[in-house]
């Protein structure tokens, strides 16, 4: 029986785990993604003043 409980234990752990672990990879890609387009907003601000 608690051989049982255990091995539920491990599998819920692991889910969790998961989860966490791709919601910080979500966010990760996010923020990397949003410096990069506000790095490419100045960019093309700086080239049109200077046209």
């Known amino acids: 029986m608690n051989h049982r ?5 491990i599998i819920v752990e692991t889910a969790i785990y998961r ?3 791709m919601i910080y990879r979500i966010f990760s890609d ?8 506000n ?3 100045l960019t093309v601000r ?3 003043r200077d046209v």
């Open 5 to 9: 409980q255990d091995e539920r234990l």
């Open 19 to 21: 989860v966490f672990v």
């Open 30 to 37: 996010l923020e990397f993604s949003s410096k990069n387009l």
């Open 39 to 41: 790095r490419t907003t």
């Open 46 to 48: 700086c080239d049109a």
